[in-house]
């Protein structure tokens, strides 16, 4: 891994993780082009764990409230002064991050079948999920304008969030293009539907990389520290700035931009793909220092 090779994958995984065009997706996508093999998943936890920074820095107001709202609602628990119905908007939004969290743990169970994909030796596959995001961007900027914010979230709307998230598993199914669009489905305004979404993903994303980093560390390959503390810092600068990207489209109805270039994409993934499998041919990118 040299520090060309990082760099770039620390600014797609940046951008790619908040824009609603798949990170994992990219990733794969790039590495397939970079022959990068074994090294991949313990690069991919790196730059997932940089980008987890950037979403706790973005939107660190909101977190630490929910922080103190756990400890506070355990606190009413235990002296009976809890309410379901008189929770303000930090406290329930926290129970609805919990909610669609626990639909997800036990699919992580199977993640190696989402996952499986990425080293298939193609990117068919991931080709076909950058065009299923992109239907789903479509629909989300064509429904009606929701007027719910963290306040009024169900539970019922958290199912189908947290449901949608499990879908994003799948390499090129974007996570916070799938979650926000679910919120929108739901109702929820514009601006709740990413502040949920972006919180939603630290858990996913605390959770996946401490699944994954035991394989990682067991795979016994030498690793330059120095290089992955670069892609680290890279995914978590590019993915700040990405965030803020974010807010300020979402705030104009401009998601279909994203649909239209997940779309595109899609599209010259399946075809290049179709075109390696039957030509037997592989173009590769290779970077030296």
Known sequence: MDLISIII??????????????????????QHFMNIGEESLIVSIVLHLGTLLAVICAFYDT????????????????????????????????????????????????????????????????GCAFVFTAILLFLSDACVKGFKTGKDMSVKDAIIVGLFQCVALFPGVSRSGSTTSAGLFCGLTRETAVTYSFILGI?????????????????????????????????????????????????HNKFKIFGVYTLILGILCVGYGIFEYTTNTHFSLVFTS
């Open 9 to 30: 994958q620390g600014i797609i995984q940046g951008l790619t993780e908040f824009l609603p065009v798949s990170s994992s997706g990219h990733l794969s996508v790039v």
């Open 63 to 126: 977190i630490w409230g929910m922080i103190k709202e756990f400890f506070l609602t355990i606190g009413d628990i235990f002296t009976g002064r809890f309410s379901w119905k008189k929770m303000n908007d930090n406290r329930r939004l926290m129970f609805m991050v919990i909610i669609a969290t626990l639909i997800l743990v036990p699919v992580y169970f199977f993640k190696e079948f989402f996952t499986s994909v990425e080293g298939d030796g193609d990117i068919i596959f991931e």
């Open 203 to 251: 858990p996913a994303i605390l959770g996946g990389s401490i699944l994954e980093l035991g394989d990682a560390v067991s795979s016994g390959i030498q690793l330059d520290f120095s290089i992955l503390a670069v892609g680290f810092c890279t995914a978590a600068i590019t993915g700040f700035l990405a965030i803020s990207l974010v807010k300020l489209i979402i705030k």
